[in-house]
Structures are given as C-alpha cells and as structure tokens.
C-alpha cells in the first residue's frame, strides 16, 4: 500500500523559512518522480513543485520560483520542500503527491502538513 | 499557463440524478487531463486520467469524456458519498494548473 507521510508543517513569521519532510512507502520511490501540492484555506488546489525520479530535474511554479527548493534522497525514501523567504500567501495544506511514470498527474496524495505564514 | 475553467462552481443535485461537470481549457490540452474528488477534511482522490481512464477503484457511474480543450465528468446516478468537491487538472505542459472546482451538493 502506497503511504505519503508529510511532516514540518508549522507556524513561521513572514519572511522565515520551513522545511517540510515526505517519507514515502509502499513503492519503488527512486522510479517515480514527486510532487508537492498545496491548498490555502477554503481554496483550490494549487501545483507547487515537481522532481524527476533521479532528482536531475526540478520545476516550479512561477509563485515559488527563487524561494522553495524540491530535493529527495532516494536512499531514505524522502522527499523534501525547503521553504525561505515565506509570505502570508503561502499559507497552506502542503501534500505530498505521487505521480505515475511518464506521466505529471497524480495518483496517490498524502494527507498534508499545514504550514502557516502569520506575526 | 494554461487556464482551467470549470463550470458551474456548484451543482445541486438530488440523490440518484444525474451529474454533469465541465472544465475547459485556454488552449488545447490533447487528453492531457485528470479529474480529482475530494471530501471535507480529506485528500484529493483521482478519479481519471487520459480524460477517461478510471484510476483504480473508481465505480462505473463516473465517466470522463473530451478532448483539446473541453472536458466533461458525469455521475450517472449521485450516491450520498459523491457529494464533494470536484477538480481537473491539466498535464500537457509546465505549468501544471488545476480548475478552480466543482461543488457537488444534495438539493
């Protein structure tokens, strides 16, 4: 059984940083690549950042580029998203998503850390 | 970016009518598009993908259709674990973007 397990979630000042953790199982976690989704409250869903299954390749969206950071270490089953530079808009559920081979939609989800951004 | 529109932001519906929710795309996605649900509290589930391949464990009363740039998911018949919110989310190119939702609610 596939399991996404987010942690690091937290409350942090504007202009602070965060880093959130994914431990992942249930599946060959090198193969796949990894995805982070986010949610603020009482919206939708929102594409944050993306890694192939060797980490060669990342990409972000446009609202993250230059402050988040995506990296795994495949040889603990992890992924991560460093957060710097956070601003009240980044507050949100962080998911820690699966995508299948070749393929950049997303077919098993974690159940989120919340990540608040607030003085 | 391509833009996600989906429409209507809610849906009333009776319990065993028929849904029909629809999400259009700024430009052509080809069958580059996933449709999520999610409950109150939990997760995004997928639901298709290809814009009509059933993910695994998904019943036969949803459907997805469409292509280039107009897509369409249909419940044929609303169970009460149905109502929920509804996503699609295009895959053609960076960036990925989501629709905006569909609520599904009991009328």
């Known amino acids: 059984e596939v399991q996404l397990l987010e942690s690091g979630g937290d409350l942090v000042q504007p202009g602070g940083s965060l880093r959130l953790s994914c431990a992942a199982s249930?599946?060959?976690?090198?193969?796949?690549?990894m995805n982070w989704v986010r949610q603020a409250p009482g919206k939708g869903l929102q594409w944050v950042s993306t890694?192939?299954?060797?980490?060669?390749?990342?990409y972000f969206a446009d609202s993250v580029k230059g402050r988040f950071t995506i990296s795994r270490d495949n040889s603990k089953n992890t992924l991560f998203l460093q957060m710097n530079s956070l601003r009240a808009e980044d507050t949100a559920v962080y998911y820690c998503?699966?995508?299948?081979?070749?393929?950049?939609?997303?077919?098993?989800w974690g159940q989120g850390t919340l990540v608040t951004v607030s003085s | 970016e391509i833009v996600m529109t989906q429409s209507p932001a809610t849906l009333s519906v009776s319990p065993g009518e028929r849904a029909t929710l629809s999400c259009r795309a700024s430009?052509?996605?080809?069958?580059?598009l996933a449709w999520y649900q999610q409950k109150r509290g939990q997760a995004p589930r997928l639901l298709f993908y290809?814009?009509?391949t059933r993910a695994t464990g998904i019943p036969a009363r949803f459907s997805g259709s469409g292509s280039g740039t107009e897509f369409t998911l249909t419940i044929s018949s609303l169970q009460s674990e149905d109502f929920a919110l509804y996503y699609c989310?295009?895959?053609?190119?960076?960036?990925?973007?989501f629709g905006g939702g569909t609520k599904v609610e009991i009328k």
């Open positions: 998503v699966k995508s299948p081979s070749a393929s950049q939609y997303f077919d098993y």
């Open positions: 249930g599946f060959t976690f090198s193969s796949y690549a």
């Open positions: 890694i192939s299954s060797s980490g060669a390749a990342t």
């Open positions: 430009q052509s996605v080809s069958s580059n």
């Open positions: 290809g814009a009509s």
């Open positions: 989310q295009h895959y053609h190119n960076w960036p990925l973007t």
